[in-house]
C-alpha cells in the first residue's frame, strides 16, 4: 500500500482471501475548518452537557462492542479475546476521563495572593489524534475523550491499516456531537502531516514509531503555541531475580511476548536473568512458549493471531534468515495458516541467546522495535550488570522485576527509569486506571492513560480585586 494513498482495499492478515471496504482518503482541510469553527460553542458548553453526550455515546458503543471486537480481529489480526478486552478499555475509558475532567477542568481559588484569584482550565482548541493499528481504538479513544471532555474538537485519523473499525466508532461519535466537534479523516502520512502542521490545530496527540514522532517534531518545530503528546515505543525488559517465582515470571514473559503478536509498544522484547536461574527459567519459559500457536484470530480458543501487514511479516522472515545471529529457538513466517491453510501473515515467537554480552549489547535488536514476537535474553551476574544491560536500550517505556523482596525491588528500581514500572507483572500490564507514557526515545513526558487531560488545556490566572466589579449583572457588551 503507498505511503499516502488516495483510495485502498486491504485484506485480513489471518485470511487474505477476505477483501475489505475499500476506503477513500480524507481532505483534511473542510475537517479542519469545521473544527474550527465548532471550537468556541464547544469550550462553552458547559462540561455537565458535554459529559452527558460523552456518556450517550459511551452506551451506544457499548451495544455495538462485539462487533467493533470482531472488526478489530478481523482487519488487523488481534485474537478475539484480546479485541474484546480492547473494547471492555474504550468503554471504561469514559467515566474515568469523566472523573478526571471533574476534578482537572475545576477552577481552583487562590487566596494567598494580593486579590482573589482563580486558577481556571481554557479548552486549547481543535486538537489531532493520530492512532496506530495495534490498539485502534483504544489508544487513539483515551486521547479523543479527554479533548472532548475538556471543549476540544477533536479530528481523528487512524491508522490506513485500521480505516474500518475506525469507521464505524466515528460513526456514533459524529451521530451524538455537534457538527464539526468530532471528525474523523483517513488516510496516511499526508494527511497526518496537514493536520499536525495546520496553525489551526492547537494540539497533537501521536501514537507511533520513534521515527514518525520525530518527524512531526521538526515539522512543527516553528509553531512553539502547539501542544505536543508522543506515545512512541519501546524495547522493555522482563528482570529475573534468584529469588524470583521462576513459573510466574517464566508465563509473564511468554505473554509479555506474544499477546497480539508481539505488536504492542509495551511487549516484552529482552528478558534480563540472574545467572543462577537462567537455566531454569529458560527451560519453563520455553515450555511456555509452546502454548503459543498462530491459529483464526476470529476463534475464541486463539491465543496468537497473524502480523498486520505483509511488511511486517517480510521484515520477520527476513530476520529469521540470518545465521549470525544467537538463536536458541528460531521461529517462522508462515504463508498459510498451520490449522487450515488459510493464507495469512502468520508466525510463531523466536528467542536470541546472548552469551557475546557484547555483541548482543551492539545488536540492532537492543535498539530498535521490531513488532514481532521475537525476544532478546540476556544473563547478568549481579545487579550492576542488571542494570547496565536494561539501560543500555535507549527507551524507556516499562520493565518489570521479578524479586519477592521488596528491598531488593526498591534497590533495582532506583537504576532503571522507564514511565511504567512493576513488580511481578508483565511488561504489558499497564490499566486504564493509572497513567501510560514512556520516557527518552519512549515518549516525551506526557502520557496517556489516566490524567491525560491534564494536557489539553491551557492554563490562565484571574485576579478580581475585592469590590472593583459589581454583582449587578449589567452588560454593556
Given at each position: 500500500?503507498?505511503?499516502?494513498?488516495?483510495?485502498?482495499?486491504?485484506?485480513?492478515?489471518?485470511?487474505?482471501?477476505?477483501?475489505?471496504?475499500?476506503?477513500?482518503?480524507?481532505?483534511?482541510?473542510?475537517?479542519?475548518?469545521?473544527?474550527?469553527?465548532?471550537?468556541?460553542?464547544?469550550?462553552?458548553?458547559?462540561?455537565?452537557?458535554?459529559?452527558?453526550?460523552?456518556?450517550?455515546?459511551?452506551?451506544?458503543?457499548?451495544?455495538?462492542?462485539?462487533?467493533?471486537?470482531?472488526?478489530?480481529?478481523?482487519?488487523?489480526?488481534?485474537?478475539?479475546?484480546?479485541?474484546?478486552?480492547?473494547?471492555?478499555?474504550?468503554?471504561?475509558?469514559?467515566?474515568?476521563?469523566?472523573?478526571?475532567?471533574?476534578?482537572?477542568?475545576?477552577?481552583?481559588?487562590?487566596?494567598?495572593?494580593?486579590?482573589?484569584?482563580?486558577?481556571?482550565?481554557?479548552?486549547?482548541?481543535?486538537?489531532?489524534?493520530?492512532?496506530?493499528?495495534?490498539?485502534?481504538?483504544?489508544?487513539?479513544?483515551?486521547?479523543?475523550?479527554?479533548?472532548?471532555?475538556?471543549?476540544?474538537?477533536?479530528?481523528?485519523?487512524?491508522?490506513?491499516?485500521?480505516?474500518?473499525?475506525?469507521?464505524?466508532?466515528?460513526?456514533?461519535?459524529?451521530?451524538?456531537?455537534?457538527?464539526?466537534?468530532?471528525?474523523?479523516?483517513?488516510?496516511?502520512?499526508?494527511?497526518?502531516?496537514?493536520?499536525c502542521t495546520d496553525?489551526?490545530?492547537?494540539?497533537?496527540?501521536?501514537?507511533?514509531?520513534?521515527?514518525?514522532?520525530?518527524?512531526?517534531?521538526?515539522?512543527?518545530?516553528?509553531?512553539?503555541?502547539?501542544?505536543?503528546?508522543?506515545?512512541?515505543?519501546?524495547?522493555?525488559?522482563?528482570?529475573?531475580?534468584?529469588?524470583?517465582?521462576?513459573?510466574?515470571?517464566?508465563?509473564?514473559?511468554?505473554?509479555?511476548?506474544?499477546?497480539?503478536a508481539g505488536q504492542?509498544?509495551?511487549?516484552?522484547?529482552?528478558?534480563?536473568?540472574?545467572?543462577?536461574?537462567?537455566?531454569?527459567?529458560?527451560?519453563?519459559?520455553?515450555?511456555?512458549?509452546?502454548?503459543?500457536?498462530?491459529?483464526?484470530?476470529?476463534?475464541?480458543?486463539?491465543?496468537?493471531?497473524?502480523?498486520?501487514?505483509?511488511?511486517?511479516?517480510?521484515?520477520?522472515?527476513?530476520?529469521?534468515?540470518?545465521?549470525?545471529?544467537?538463536?536458541?529457538?528460531?521461529?517462522?513466517?508462515?504463508?498459510?495458516?498451520?490449522?487450515?491453510?488459510?493464507?495469512?501473515?502468520?508466525?510463531?515467537?523466536?528467542?536470541?541467546?546472548?552469551?557475546?554480552?557484547?555483541?548482543?549489547?551492539?545488536?540492532?535488536?537492543?535498539?530498535?522495535?521490531?513488532?514481532?514476537?521475537?525476544?532478546?535474553?540476556?544473563?547478568?551476574?549481579?545487579?550492576?550488570?542488571?542494570?547496565?544491560?536494561?539501560?543500555?536500550?535507549?527507551?524507556?517505556?516499562?520493565?518489570?522485576?521479578?524479586?519477592?523482596?521488596?528491598?531488593?525491588?526498591?534497590?533495582?528500581?532506583?537504576?532503571?527509569?522507564?514511565?511504567?514500572?512493576?513488580?511481578?507483572?508483565?511488561?504489558?500490564?499497564?490499566?486504564?486506571?493509572?497513567?501510560?507514557?514512556?520516557?527518552?526515545?519512549s515518549g516525551n513526558?506526557?502520557?496517556?492513560?489516566?490524567?491525560?487531560?491534564?494536557?489539553?488545556?491551557?492554563?490562565?490566572?484571574?485576579?478580581?480585586?475585592?469590590?472593583?466589579?459589581?454583582?449587578?449583572?449589567?452588560?454593556?457588551?
Amino acid at each position: 500500500m503507498p505511503a499516502t494513498p488516495t483510495s485502498w482495499t486491504n485484506h485480513s492478515p489471518g485470511d487474505l482471501r477476505i477483501a475489505l471496504p475499500n476506503v477513500h482518503a480524507t481532505p483534511p482541510g473542510p475537517a479542519i475548518e469545521a473544527a474550527t469553527r465548532a471550537a468556541l460553542g464547544w469550550a462553552r458548553t458547559p462540561l455537565t452537557e458535554r459529559a452527558a453526550l460523552l456518556r450517550a455515546i459511551r452506551d451506544e458503543l457499548q451495544t455495538i462492542a462485539s462487533e467493533l471486537a470482531s472488526t478489530i480481529s478481523l482487519e488487523m489480526g488481534k485474537p478475539l479475546t484480546e479485541a474484546r478486552g480492547e473494547l471492555t478499555a474504550v468503554i471504561a475509558k469514559f467515566d474515568l476521563t469523566l472523573s478526571d475532567a471533574d476534578r482537572h477542568l475545576a477552577s481552583e481559588s487562590v487566596t494567598d495572593g494580593p486579590h482573589p484569584s482563580e486558577r481556571r482550565q481554557l479548552a486549547r482548541g481543535p486538537a489531532a489524534v493520530i492512532g496506530p493499528f495495534n490498539f485502534p481504538l483504544h489508544l487513539a479513544n483515551g486521547a479523543i475523550l479527554a479533548h472532548l471532555a475538556a471543549g476540544n474538537p477533536v479530528l481523528f485519523k487512524p491508522s490506513p491499516v485500521t480505516p474500518v473499525v475506525a469507521a464505524r466508532y466515528a460513526e456514533v461519535f459524529l451521530r451524538h456531537l455537534p457538527p464539526g466537534v468530532f471528525g474523523l479523516v483517513q488516510g496516511g502520512a499526508a494527511e497526518g502531516q496537514t493536520l499536525c502542521t495546520d496553525p489551526r490545530v492547537r494540539a497533537i496527540c501521536f501514537t507511533g514509531s520513534v521515527a514518525a514522532g520525530r518527524a512531526i517534531s521538526r515539522a512543527i518545530a516553528d509553531d512553539y503555541t502547539k501542544n505536543l503528546a508522543l506515545e512512541l515505543g519501546g524495547k522493555n525488559a522482563l528482570i529475573v531475580c534468584p529469588d524470583a517465582d521462576l513459573a510466574a515470571a517464566a508465563q509473564a514473559a511468554a505473554d509479555g511476548l506474544c499477546l497480539t503478536a508481539g505488536q504492542r509498544c509495551n511487549a516484552t522484547t529482552r528478558i534480563i536473568l540472574h545467572r543462577e536461574i537462567s537455566a531454569a527459567f529458560i527451560e519453563q519459559f520455553l515450555t511456555a512458549l509452546a502454548a503459543w500457536s498462530p491459529a483464526d484470530p476470529l476463534l475464541e480458543s486463539t491465543k496468537l493471531g497473524p502480523l498486520a501487514t505483509a511488511a511486517a511479516h517480510d521484515r520477520y522472515a527476513a530476520t529469521l534468515q540470518r545465521d549470525d545471529l544467537p538463536w536458541l529457538l528460531r521461529g517462522t513466517a508462515l504463508a498459510t495458516r498451520p490449522t487450515d491453510g488459510a493464507p495469512g501473515h502468520y508466525v510463531t515467537p523466536s528467542v536470541l541467546l546472548w552469551e557475546n554480552l557484547a555483541a548482543g549489547l551492539s545488536s540492532p535488536f537492543t535498539h530498535e522495535e521490531l513488532f514481532a514476537p521475537l525476544v532478546e535474553i540476556f544473563i547478568a551476574s549481579n545487579d550492576a550488570e542488571i542494570l547496565a544491560l536494561h539501560n543500555a536500550t535507549p527507551y524507556g517505556l516499562t520493565a518489570s522485576i521479578y524479586t519477592r523482596s521488596r528491598a531488593h525491588f526498591e534497590s533495582l528500581a532506583a537504576g532503571i527509569t522507564v514511565g511504567n514500572l512493576y513488580a511481578n507483572l508483565p511488561t504489558t500490564f499497564s490499566p486504564s486506571a493509572l497513567p501510560f507514557g514512556g520516557l527518552a526515545l519512549s515518549g516525551n513526558g506526557k502520557p496517556g492513560g489516566r490524567h491525560f487531560i491534564r494536557f489539553t488545556t491551557d492554563e490562565q490566572s484571574v485576579q478580581i480585586p475585592a469590590g472593583s466589579l459589581s454583582t449587578s449583572g449589567v452588560c454593556n457588551a
